[in-house]
């Protein structure tokens, strides 16, 4: 606690570590030590396009932990982020393949859905001071049920302007390519990047997290605040919706089951406490890699259940969780 | 030569919480170009005033006028639009953000919308340059001490250019340099003709810096005075109500009776937090310490009980080797510690008065020995009233208290320990005159009764009033260690500090 004038002092040293940075590098240093084991185990794993391949399968989960990134930093939770996917795909896919509406006015239309039931939960949650945890609960089942009034069966999508965006491969230079999903998704998060590091609203997000208290005896604008960032998490999760759709030109409303706790478990990884007010966008797009490589190294060893991503994802967790402890009684 | 017109005016300020009616009926007004002292014990309506002013409590009857108009602020944000700038009571800034951007956050430089950081960090250097504060400003504030955290609230609102800057107990962790340095820029803006309104318990302070004082008392106008116009004596008497005779008394302490020594520290040390010390506190002695903020006074107080680690020396209680390795094993061998820092390590606001009060006894007990009820009772009443908490409910959240209040709710809970030696970090922080003599005449009594006590203050007087020796520090260092004899006064250690020692 009472470091003081002198410590304080003490404390310039030059490029100083930043305690906050530790994470972030931790998962960082996590990242490549996968990419190495599994380009010494594995014939063909390192290489590029595998990289890109982690991104291309993950495109719609690093959006959607955009948005969550967010939402974690001002301290709350959004568990509706799968449940929103879901009736992004179901609405998609419906309107172009069942009222044959052209791809143009829908994908607007979804964002706009997603962006309207971020907006009234945050509304919710600000207004009547009622946990997030709950109001967004509320809305995963909302918005689960919403998709099974549009449809119980997966509906396939067969625009063909759409599947043509799906299937396109933008080229890079060395035999490697990527879809427009990746282009999207990476736009995404060096825009939510750049509004956390650069912006009022951004900086506003890490104040509440800090402390919601000070931050209104501050006079900063804590409800508007507040309610941008259940929006931007609502319109992450069905961009995130869009991209899964042209993932796997569908809509159906069982998708992306449990979907938001792989984007608290990015999050989380990429060094962001749950607690709010310290984390980094950088350390979320690493905590999607990561969990993007363990499917793959899995994948590769060809011989274990895919539930082994899951072990390892639980491992990891405790791991980061025990690390942040650390980190912050340190800091003490 | 007539006094301007007002700048802010309330009139029939009335505001209720749920069972206190903390304002009735208030006037106020501050003039251009004036400090102003809103005066009053703990708990009186100063800060209920200064919230319901700037929106962050609605007002249940009365007006506010702002340069002649109507006006009902919503919220903090709305007030520093109209060129109020605020300080409230504690500490209000975010600890995990950077010292630059707790001064500039909501009003960052930018450019096309895109904060500038190099300039926000070089004009927070320069701003608290003014200060005399150099300190690297892209640290988080959470590393620095509640000194310079209550710096950076007030380089904020300084910085706010405000018609009106409202300070509510900027100066509670400040020593005397610091708050030198925040009357200059005070006396600066007032030449300006800016309003400031000024609170403190410290009536040195009122005296030296405010032109006009209003005084309240149980959440009433008791009147408006010049400062050159009413004395100290008056003043304590309009604050609380009576003739307050008790400050006087605690000047004769007894000398404490040579007895054996409880506490025994020698050469102890920890590397680069404080250098090898010895000190010695014997049985029912108060031995003060006195140096400058970061002269290492909480330094020590931590390394007795046990929340820092030694590096070097060793300690003996009872004449017993011992390492106190955590702060649990200090409180078992009769240790206790109440730190200067309530709000982060101390009170748990959403917590009730008795259970607040209660709870480090009963965490000494372990959970599984519950403190009966009536015991409680018994002992959360004794202290309720020693210490004149106010309200006297102790059903009431500690949240919903006023600041000096909850500092003496802090107090009672070690106090009732009853431990044998006590370590007071800055206890009479933010209380009112009258408290704090009630306070100094309890350690007095316990000492008396056979207590040791530890007591750190940055109030020189109040350490000179209740020590039977005091220890200087200065620079992380035990300069000096003088018995309180009638020799002793504030300019001798003042002294002692700036010489180092060495005379
Ligand atoms: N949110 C609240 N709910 C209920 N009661 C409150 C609340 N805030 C303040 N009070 C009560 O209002 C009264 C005035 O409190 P206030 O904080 O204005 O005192 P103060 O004059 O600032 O005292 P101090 O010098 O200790 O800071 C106190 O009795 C306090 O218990
Ligand atoms: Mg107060």
Redesign the pocket.
């Known amino acids: 606690m009472s470091s003081d004038i002198l410590t304080s002092a003490r404390l310039r040293l030059p490029g100083r570590l930043r305690s906050a940075y530790i994470p972030v590098l931790a998962t960082a240093g996590l990242l490549a030590a996968m990419f190495v084991a599994g380009g010494v185990r594995y014939e063909g794993f390192a290489s590029g396009q595998v990289v890109l391949n982690v991104f291309i399968d993950n495109a719609f989960l690093l959006v959607v932990a955009v948005g969550m990134t967010f939402v974690i930093l001002t301290g709350g939770i959004d568990l509706s982020v799968g449940a929103v996917v879901a009736l992004s795909t179901m609405v998609s896919a419906s309107l172009m393949t069942d009222h044959g509406w052209p791809p143009l006015l829908v994908v607007p239309l979804v964002l706009l859905i997603g962006s309207v039931l971020g907006l009234a939960m945050g509304c919710i949650i600000h207004y009547f001071e009622i946990q997030p945890f709950i109001v967004t609960l509320a809305g995963m089942f909302l918005a689960r049920g919403l998709c099974y009034v549009i449809g119980t069966e997966s509906i396939s999508i067969t625009d063909p302007d759409y599947t043509a965006v799906a299937q396109a491969r933008i080229a890079l230079p060395g035999e490697m390519s990527v879809s427009v999903s990746v282009l999207i998704a990476v736009a995404v998060a060096g825009a939510a990047a750049y509004v956390l590091h650069y912006t009022r609203l951004g900086r506003n997000v890490y104040a509440i997290g800090g402390s919601e208290q000070s931050a209104l005896l501050m006079g900063l604008p804590v409800a508007r605040t507040k309610i941008a960032v259940y929006t931007i998490s609502g319109f992450c999760s069905a961009l995130g919706g869009v991209l899964f759709s042209l993932y796997t030109l569908s809509g159906y409303g069982l998708n992306a089951l449990g979907m938001e706790l792989d984007a608290i478990a990015a999050v989380v990884i990429g060094g962001t406490l749950l607690t709010g007010g310290s984390g980094y966008l950088a350390g979320t797009v690493l905590g999607v890699l990561v969990l993007g490589l363990i499917q793959t190294i899995i994948s590769f060893e060809g011989t274990l259940s895919s539930w082994w991503t899951k072990i390892f994802i639980g491992l990891l967790l405790f791991a980061f969780i025990l690390l942040q402890r650390l980190i912050s009684a340190r800091r003490a | 030569m007539a006094p301007p017109a007002p700048i802010l005016q309330m009139s029939g300020i009335c505001k209720e919480?749920?069972?206190?009616k903390?304002?009735s009926g208030v006037d106020f007004r501050l003039l251009p170009g004036e400090v102003h002292a809103l005066m009053?014990?703990?708990?009186?309506?100063?800060?209920?005033?200064?919230?319901v002013l700037t929106g962050v409590?609605a007002i249940d009857g009365g007006r506010i006028t702002l340069e002649g108009e109507d006006v009902a602020f919503t919220g903090p944000l709305q007030s520093q639009q109209a060129g109020i700038s605020t300080v409230y009571?504690e500490v209000n800034l975010c600890a995990n953000l950077s010292v630059a951007e707790n001064i500039f956050i909501g009003r960052e430089p930018r450019r096309l919308g895109r904060i500038q950081w190099k300039r926000m960090r070089r004009r927070a250097t320069e701003l608290l340059a003014g200060l005399d504060l150099d300190i690297d400003v892209s640290a988080p504030l959470s590393s620095y001490s509640l000194a310079v955290q209550q710096m950076v609230a007030i380089a904020r609102a300084v910085d706010i250019s405000a018609r009106v800057l409202i300070l509510?107990?900027p100066t509670s962790s400040l020593d005397s340099g610091e708050v030198e340095q925040l009357f200059r820029v005070m006396r600066r803006l007032k030449a300006e003709g800016i309003a400031i309104l000024f609170?403190s318990?410290f009536l040195d302070q009122i005296y030296e810096i405010s032109d006009r004082m209003t005084i309240?008392r149980n959440?009433s106008l008791v009147g408006e005075y010049l400062t050159s116009e009413l004395g100290q004596v008056e003043l304590v008497g309009k604050m609380i109500g009576r003739e307050l005779a008790d400050l006087e008394k605690l000047e004769d302490r007894p000398p404490a009776r040579t007895s054996e020594p409880l506490v025994e520290a020698e050469a102890l040390g920890r590397g680069g937090a404080i250098e090898p010390f010895t000190l010695t506190v014997h049985k029912g002695e108060v031995v003060g310490l006195a140096g400058l903020l970061g002269s290492g006074r909480t330094e020590i107080a931590r390394l007795l009980f046990g929340a820092d680690h030694a590096s070097t020396g060793a300690l003996r209680i009872d004449g017993e080797p011992v390492t106190l390795r955590t702060p649990r094993l200090a409180m078992n061998r009769g240790i206790a510690f109440c730190s200067e820092n309530r709000r982060a390590e101390g009170l748990v606001p959403d917590l009730t008065v008795r259970e607040n009060i209660v709870l480090a006894l009963q965490a000494m007990r372990g959970w599984s020995r519950p403190i009966p009820r009536r015991t409680q009772d018994e002992l959360v009443d004794k202290y309720v009233a020693a210490l004149n908490i106010?309200?006297a409910d102790p059903d009431?959240?500690v949240?919903?208290?006023?600041?000096?209040?909850?500092?003496k709710v802090l107090l009672a809970r070690w106090l009732i320990l009853e431990p044998r030696l006590l370590i007071l970090d800055e206890p009479t922080r933010?209380?009112?005159v009258g408290a704090k003599a009630e306070i100094q005449r309890l350690v007095a009594e316990l000492s008396d009764g056979g207590m040791a006590v530890l007591f750190v203050s940055a109030e020189l007087e109040e350490v000179l009033r209740l020590s039977h020796k005091v220890a200087v520090l200065r620079d992380r260092r035990l300069v000096a260690e003088l018995p309180n004899d009638d020799g002793l006064t504030t300019g001798v250690i003042m002294e002692t500090i700036a010489s180092g020692g060495r005379s």
């Open positions: 919480f749920p069972g206190v903390a304002l009053g014990e703990n708990g009186a309506g100063k800060s209920t005033l200064i919230k409590y009571q509510d107990e609170v318990h309240l959440g106010r309200p009431q959240l949240r919903n208290l006023s600041g000096g209040n909850q500092q933010g209380i009112d």
